[in-house]
């Protein structure tokens, strides 16, 4: 009788438990509250999302604006979708895809109560494309395609490229796109990086320079029924431990830009179910640059060797567990549909199934090369997770094949200098995007002369060509097939550099925050227009 | 004293001027520069024709010599100068955090002084028994406690003690309020920033109170005046504390003019937005102007500071004078 009474029991809880979960997921938003949240920085260097490039901004100015189109705030996990914000339904692109014609909301009204027409998206496009003398818009290499943006009339905005590519939707979605009113931007282009005043669902109540900034509800939100929450506040606080402690002694309900995995198990340990956590691979990563000018990192042997010495399947587990790393992937977001599969992985150098295979294949390469004791610096930046965390697991892993690695961590200046200037070795660098958009994030493994930020400072006609061959395909098949092609030349071939493990978004909030979902980068989903409070 | 005071004031200016220039040349030796910070931190693209606006901008490319003579004459003129982070004013930026650090620098100061100078003058009148060794012990235990850690040891006692207590978590409130906007909030807010710090602070003091005093009470004078028949009391107060007084002083200017811009980590920890922890930002982003105004500020703040001290020597040691 005992297993069958232990079989009921356990039914019966499960029962219980699936009764317990089923109103939660069916619950109607509440309306009302304050959200308090903690922004992990200091404070933004300015409030215009069309200069800056810090989350800091996006994690305090979003919920003032509205965007064109934007990932699905209800799946921001999709790396595919996107959904009209301003404008009215999603456009099929005409022209053989060089044309997209947005229709722009007639019921969309600034903060100021003045109406906003495709005058001010067009503006606000044409100011980040194409920004006048005077003014900075740091994205404007995602628009490369763009040949022009016009505006025929005030509901119409037409987006004339000079190819048809799969990169256009995902950067017309980035998340610092504020449409701004054209009226103050004629008057003064520099006005909104001092002041906040747009279409989104909420309003500025006030801002206390490196303190916190708050919104409070804006009751002509053309989305209907947005925002649920009165209003929020968001509190800067750099110091981890702050944030961690605010969100256990409940001063805080969560941060958006993600904890590491000490924090979440401290917090769920000590919080218990007063907290829930979500968590997603994130589209970001480090990326271990060589010096192509400084032997012996001209030498492919050596570069392979490096790649192969390093176990990126048992590494990835151990590592996810003390760092905000885990998932293994290639130079495309695992996520995406261009992403190599694991299989596919497995192919090139440095994902081999069989280590010890690939350990004695990078002693060889080595002994071939000359290099049998090789000693060199890797650069690394003062940041804990998750540089500091994979730089110390590759020198470990160099070791096994008897590569001494001394590693100089540097502040985020000197860091960026040492890339810039050529000075390193090797170093730990990053690729952190917000849209997932493998067309241009892959762009960083292009020679130098093409993409200025690809430090390796290595010629690769070859890349370029396989490069452009993906980035003007728009058949899905056959741009996968490209994207391999490329990714094996980069990664297998070259060497280039080696994509250590994606970054790992861990969010834990209190439990009485709903509605909000996780997406792959902590820049999207931040207008906070469908969280509601459930208490 | 009219004179000495204007005398020390006009001295101060070739400190400054070496301050100033030390900071401009160290600041510049730091490889990359706060456009590129800007620009790249977050990992993404950078927009090299938006780096070299900024750097055009902000006259990075000027040559040095030119670039530190601009310096020193803003700061003759007055004019401090814009964030090249922000791009607020200086003045601006410091005015919000100055009240913050001057706050927990009081509060810490008078937590050191009422703790420091009864316990350190008791630790040297009992000296060697249980009492000046408890004292002693706290002292050695406040030096040797960082107060970052002491400050986050008490804000997860406050919030174990509450949970267990009352079954929710509690701490104080991380979004300062001025005193004069909200006193209770305030208070709970610096409360314990100002007891970590007031602590370490009280610590070195109080070891300072206690030798000096032990020195002084040995003097030949004590003896004369006990010789004399006065009262313990007024020999104690009057004769023994207010001479031992003159190094523990020193020390405490030197303290509270550290503690303006020192606080980095406590200020952190307890997410309190001060001088210390902006000093970390700008350095981190390679704002010259805000990590020069900074310096320029706290050696202002420990000029004033010292000649404060001096000038009270000489109301604690008639023998002292100034001409």
Redo the contacts between chains.
């Keep these: 009788m005992k297993p069958k009474t232990g079989l009921w029991a356990a039914a019966g809880l499960a029962m219980m438990a699936m009764l317990a979960v089923a109103p939660a997921s069916a619950q109607a938003p509440k309306r009302g509250g304050t959200l308090v949240y903690m922004i992990p920085a200091?404070?933004p260097?300015?409030f215009d999302g069309h200069?800056?490039?810090?989350?800091a901004t996006v994690h305090a100015t979003a919920p003032f604006y509205s965007v064109l189109i934007r990932v699905p705030p209800d799946n921001p996990a999709s790396t595919t979708e996107f959904v009209c914000d301003l404008c009215v339904e999603m456009p099929k692109p005409t022209d053989g895809g060089k044309t997209y014609t947005f229709k722009i909301r007639t019921d969309v009204k600034f903060h100021d109560g003045s109406k906003l027409t495709a005058k001010d998206v067009g503006d606000s496009w044409n100011r980040i494309v194409f920004p006048p003398a005077g003014t900075?818009?740091?994205?404007?290499?995602?628009y490369e395609m763009v040949e022009k943006i016009e505006v025929p009339d005030d509901e119409t905005v037409v987006f004339r490229l000079k190819y048809g590519t799969t990169a256009f939707l995902p950067a017309l979605a980035d998340p610092f796109t504020y449409i701004y009113k054209k009226e103050i931007l004629d008057k003064d282009p520099h006005w909104y990086?001092?002041n906040i005043m747009g279409s989104g669902p909420f309003k500025f109540a006030s801002y206390?320079?490196?303190?916190?900034i708050k919104g409070v509800r804006n009751p002509d939100y053309y989305h209907k029924g947005q925002p649920y929450l009165d209003g929020f506040?968001a509190?800067?606080?750099?110091?981890q431990?702050?944030r961690v402690?605010?969100v256990?002694?409940?001063?805080?309900a969560m941060e958006f830009r993600g904890l590491p995995p000490s924090a979440r198990d401290q917090l769920v340990k000590?919080?218990g179910s007063a907290v829930v956590v979500q968590d997603s691979d994130w589209n970001?990563g480090n990326i271990v640059t060589f010096n192509h000018k400084r032997k012996p990192f001209d030498d492919v042997r050596v570069r392979r060797a490096l790649q192969l010495a390093v176990d990126q399947w048992h590494g990835a587990p151990a590592l996810s567990k003390i760092a905000n790393v885990r998932t293994v992937g290639g130079i495309v977001f695992p996520g995406s549909p261009l992403a190599a599969t694991k299989a596919e992985l497995e192919q090139m150098a440095g994902y081999w199934p069989d280590i010890e295979k690939a350990r004695a294949e990078a002693r060889r390469l080595l002994k071939e090369a000359g290099q049998e004791n090789l000693k060199f610096e890797l650069t690394n930046r003062n940041v804990d997770q998750p540089y500091k965390f994979v730089g110390t697991w590759l020198i470990g892993e160099w070791k096994k094949i008897g590569v001494n690695v001394e590693q100089k961590v540097v502040?985020?200046?000197?860091?960026?200098?040492?890339m810039?200037?050529g000075t390193f070795d090797v170093v730990v660098d990053?690729?952190?995007?917000?849209v997932v958009n493998p067309v241009?994030d892959t762009?960083k493994f292009l020679p130098k002369k093409v993409y200025?930020?690809s430090y390796g400072d290595y010629d690769d006609p070859k890349s370029v060509e396989l490069y452009e061959k993906m980035t003007h395909e728009t058949d899905p098949k056959l741009q996968r097939a490209a994207m391999r092609a490329y990714e094996i030349h980069t990664l297998d071939t070259m060497a280039h550099g080696i994509v250590t493990p994606y970054w790992y978004r861990i969010i834990v909030a209190r439990s009485y925050v709903k509605g909000w979902k996780i997406s792959p980068s902590h820049y999207l989903n931040q207008d906070l227009a469908n969280i509601w409070l459930d208490k | 004293m009219y004179r000495y005071v204007v005398t020390r004031l006009l001295l101060a200016i070739p400190t400054l001027v070496g301050a100033a220039a030390l900071v401009f040349i160290l600041m510049r030796l730091?490889?990359?520069?706060v456009c590129?910070?800007?620009?790249?931190?977050?990992?993404?693209?950078?927009?090299?024709?938006?780096v070299e606006?900024?750097r055009m901008k902000l006259g990075l490319h000027d040559p040095l010599p030119l670039q530190f003579g601009r310096f020193l004459w803003n700061y003759f003129t007055f004019d401090f100068g814009t964030s090249m982070?922000?791009?607020?004013p200086v003045v601006?930026?410091i005015g919000?955090?100055l009240p913050v650090s001057l706050q927990i620098a009081v509060m810490a100061t008078l937590i050191a002084i009422l703790l420091a100078i009864p316990l350190g003058t008791i630790s040297a009148l009992k000296e060697n028994t249980w009492l000046d060794h408890i004292v002693r012990v706290l002292a050695i235990a406040g030096i040797a406690t960082p107060s970052f850690w002491l400050g986050?040891m008490s804000?997860?006692l406050v919030?174990d003690v509450t949970?267990y207590t009352t079954g929710?978590?509690?701490?104080p409130?991380?979004?300062?309020v001025s005193f004069w906007s909200d006193p209770l909030r305030n208070l709970s807010i610096v409360a314990l920033p100002a007891i970590t710090v007031g602590y370490r602070y009280s610590a070195v003091t109080m070891r300072l109170t206690r030798s000096a005093m032990l020195e002084v009470l040995r003097e030949d004078y004590i003896r004369t005046a006990r010789a004399k028949g006065l009262i313990e009391k007024i020999i104690i107060n009057r004769h023994a504390l207010k001479n031992a007084l003159l190094p523990v002083v020193t020390l405490i200017g030197i303290e509270f003019a550290f503690l303006i811009g020192g606080l980095v980590v406590t200020e952190?920890?307890?997410?309190l937005?001060g001088i210390g922890?902006?000093f970390v930002?700008a350095v981190?982003n390679?704002d010259n102007v805000l990590t020069q105004a900074l310096v320029m500020l706290v050696v202002a703040i420990f000029v004033i500071t010292n000649l404060v001290v001096d000038v009270l020597y000489a109301w604690l040691d008639p023998r002292i004078r100034y001409s």
């Excluded at chain 2, 590129?36 to 024709?49: K, P």
Aim: negative net charge; charged residues 25%; proline residues 5%.
């Design positions: 200091d404070a260097p300015s200069r800056e490039t810090t989350f900075t818009s740091a994205r404007v290499s995602y990086e001092k206390d320079v490196g303190q916190s506040e509190i800067f606080a750099d110091k431990s702050v402690e605010a256990r002694g409940d001063r805080a000590e919080a970001c502040p985020t200046g000197p860091w960026f200098q040492a810039r200037g990053a690729n952190c995007q917000s241009l762009g200025p930020e | 730091i490889p990359g520069d590129v910070i800007r620009m790249g931190s977050g990992g993404a693209h950078v927009n090299e024709a938006a606006a900024c982070w922000s791009g607020n601006v930026e919000k955090r986050i804000l997860v919030l949970y929710k978590a509690w701490m409130p991380i979004d300062y952190q920890v307890f997410n937005n922890r902006l930002q981190q390679q």
